[in-house]
């Protein structure tokens, strides 16, 4: 490949398809999105599947799919235009070999032969010694010419290592780090090409980085220790490194741990599956790590890209992930939705989460009045079901669920008789909210009911439920025949 000038802004996402992606990955695909855009520069996706031990067959399709999911695309990587690719990294391996071969010519780079069993028993002697990290003992870098070219020409299985120089300060400015210094002398002789053919990360890392044109690599904290050895690479290809900015990664909020199943959703999928509109998730990543330094916390795409800007992310290892906080924010979408987008919202959901809805039964116009009613107690589209169920089914009630409110079974069975006998005197034409609502307050009168006792009981009698949209508004949706049907006792 042909080594090329690049024209302006570059970044990327790198995703391995080891697994699922996890939601701090789409963070960390929009910071890099954004930072493009802002600067009219291109966005790329790389697949680095390179460590067949972790290869997860259909992962990248699903990576790709909930990257495009989360309404972003990329302007060069798999499935798109572009000029450097190919964009998997196990398509390219020919390229690794011959760059690794060019650092061992360059003598920055070595052959080594030793066996796994060898590098195994080594560890264990250093473990004992108690060393704080075990590393290789530099034996092959002792072979000489002749002996390399014996074992080569035996097809002696090798790795190639990268040659790191002993006792040298190995300094890099992070954009939001500041300026990082490791020691060369904590650093192992890594392997860059191992003997199955395939680089490792940190070959191919900084080969398609480089010849990709990438200009500033955005990826979490935990890649710091990494860095230095990417500083030797593009040092010994005498190549330019781009920059670096190492965002902080996610914590629970109140746990100073990675995020657990046990506090919700973690990949990327699951929020959509737990049923998070997009443009809210979206919204609360832009503040994991980052922050405009205003009041503001509603933004679009746009204005976020707009106000992007590297020296507004914080300068920590972990950022605090509050679920609390999405659910509100959640809210706050789902509210500025009309009844019908909010509808058409929770049916595409469920035909692509293969959810049943109940509603499904009933015309749109009747769904659209339900949605009307739940729409201010809907945090997140998956409980959509539970809280309208009883709009489409009767649930399964018991006299008793109500004494609490009527005080007895025999009270709570007076009030629905009487209430019953009275609907049933009110002619379709008056069956809505307002005039229920009226005629149910003159009944309490009529038949010295308080409030709370009678419609109470009723509430939970119709729905099986103690929180409700207002009672008067659930009785015009049921209609009368509903009514009056699950009034019998
Ligand atoms: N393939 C790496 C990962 O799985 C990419 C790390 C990087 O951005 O350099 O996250």
Redesign the pocket.
């Known amino acids: 490949m042909e080594e090329t000038t690049f024209k302006g802004v570059r970044t990327r996402?790198?995703?391995?398809p080891?697994g699922e992606y996890h939601i701090g990955?789409i963070r960390t695909l929009l910071y890099n999105i954004a930072y493009a855009r802002k600067h009219g520069g291109k966005f790329i996706v790389r697949i680095?599947d390179t460590d067949r031990t972790r290869f997860v067959p259909d992962a990248t399709e699903k990576i790709l799919d909930v990257i495009r999911d989360y309404g972003f695309s990329w302007d060069e990587g798999p499935e798109a235009e572009g000029k450097f690719g190919p964009y998997v990294q196990s398509e390219r391996l020919n390229l690794y070999k011959k760059y690794a071969l060019e650092l061992v010519e360059k003598k920055h780079a070595y052959y080594c032969f030793c066996t796994s069993e060898r590098l195994a028993e080594l560890r264990e002697v250093q473990q004992k010694q108690g060393v704080s990290a075990t590393r290789y003992d530099r034996a092959c870098l002792k072979l000489s010419q002749t002996e390399i070219e014996q074992k080569l020409a035996s097809n002696t299985p090798y790795v190639i290592r990268l040659k790191v120089p002993e006792n040298e300060e190995i300094s890099f400015h992070d954009e939001i780090l500041g300026d990082i210094t490791f020691n060369s002398s904590d650093i192992d002789d890594q392997v860059l090409l191992k003997s199955d053919g395939y680089p490792t990360?940190h070959l191919a890392?900084v080969v398609d980085d480089h010849l990709m044109g990438v200009t500033h690599?955005m990826?979490g904290t935990d890649?710091v220790p990494?860095t230095p050895k990417h500083v030797l690479l593009y040092r010994a290809f005498g190549w330019k490194m781009p920059i670096t900015a190492h965002l902080p990664n996610i914590k629970e909020k109140g746990a100073n741990k990675k995020l657990s199943k046990r506090f919700g959703p973690v990949s990327a999928r699951e929020f959509l599956e737990e049923g998070y509109l997009v443009p809210a998730l979206v919204n609360f990543l832009m503040f994991l790590g980052w922050n405009p330094g205003t009041e503001k916390e509603i933004y679009t795409l746009e204005e976020f890209v707009q106000d992007f800007d590297t020296k507004k992310i914080q300068h920590t290892d972990l950022v605090a992930f509050d679920r609390d906080k999405l659910l509100w924010l959640n809210g706050i979408y789902i509210r500025q939705l009309t009844d019908s987008q909010l509808w058409e919202e929770v049916t595409k959901w469920a035909q692509k989460y293969n959810v049943a809805l109940l509603s499904s039964a009933k015309n749109d116009e009747f769904n659209i009045k339900v949605i009307s009613l739940i729409k201010e107690r809907l945090k997140v589209l998956k409980e959509f079901s539970e809280l309208t169920e009883f709009f489409y089914i009767r649930p399964s009630v018991d006299i008793s669920m109500t004494v609490s409110y009527a005080g007895n079974e025999a009270t709570a069975k007076e009030i629905i008789t009487n209430f019953a006998g009275e609907y049933e005197r009110v002619s379709e034409g008056d069956w809505n909210t307002e005039y229920l609502d009226k005629y149910s307050h003159e009944l309490l009168e009529k038949y010295g009911y308080k409030p709370k006792e009678a419609f109470m009981t009723l509430r939970v009698f119709l729905t099986g439920k103690t929180a409700t949209p207002p009672l008067f508004d659930v009785l015009s949706l049921l209609g009368k025949d509903q009514t009056l049907e699950r009034l019998k006792i």
């Open positions: 996402m790198a995703p391995s080891t990955h680095e990360y890392v690599i990826r890649w990494s």
